[in-house]
């Protein structure tokens, strides 16, 4: 992988930002709070170029308590893990957009993150039917999972409005018009390299590496597969914001592994729209 031209590509190009390693520990840490010592995780924390100042900006900006927060520790300890968690994983995706339209001229990472929150919400929700899975953690990984899109975004634009070119004008299916494009990977190959290189948690690398494919390897675990279901049911909301008749489906037998009705899965759909326009304006980009 490290010696495909397309990651070449996205080296040379310069725009990929440095996090430091202590970045992938702190959330290490954030996964599992109650092994390790807060302390040693706002330590790390502190080590991320920029994140100590949005976290206190969304904490001052969505706090009804008549006080202002000043410092990291402040955030944290009134916040709590997940919604750190939450909040740092966002912040970075952030560093890989330069401005509020990104550098791609035709794609539009505003509406696509849309598709993420809408990942992250459908994740939400099947895991608190199925009680499979941590149902806040799932959430945090429905807005990470599709972060080769924003390096492609960020570092190979014009390769990007090619696939989505492609998918628009001639219907070709997303991972299709990316191996053309690319060469033969496909944004989850790119996610998983850059988790490498910023040191994240294993399980965010599978998630992100295998949300496409959950069988690709043998039998997938529990949270493959709802990231699976939850991004397919997200990106068919994402197509009709397109106003395209693009048609995600998803394997019936996803479904009966997480013993899901049909009915559940349409009437999450249905409230999908509402749902991520709420979380949107929570996780406010320009709080950034």
Known sequence: MQNHPVIKLIQQSN???????????????????????MDECIERLNNVPGLET???????YTSTLNREFLTLKDAVLYLGAKNIRMIAIAYITRLLLPNSSGRAKIFNNRTYWKHCIGTSIASHMIAAKTGLCDRDRIFTYGLIHDIGITVLDICLPDHLDRIYTMQIERGIHQIAAEKIVLGGI????????????????DEIKEI???????????????EIKIIYLADSVSSNYYERLLGTDTT??????T????????????DMANKLPEEVAKVNSIIDFDLF
């Open 15 to 37: 725009y990929i930002p440095e996090i430091p390693k202590a970045f992938g520990e702190a959330l290490n840490m954030l996964l599992e709070p109650f092994e390790f010592s």
């Open 54 to 60: 949005a976290l206190i900006q969304v904490l001052n």
């Open 186 to 201: 496909t944004h989850s190959e790119i996610g998983m390299w850059l988790c490498d290189e910023w040191g994240l948690p």
């Open 208 to 222: 992100v590496g295998c949300h496409h494919y959950p069988f690709k390897n043998g039998n997938a675990g529990d």
């Open 248 to 253: 995600f489906i998803y394997t019936e037998r």
């Open 255 to 266: 479904k009966k592994l997480l013993n899901l009705p049909k009915e559940f899965i349409e």
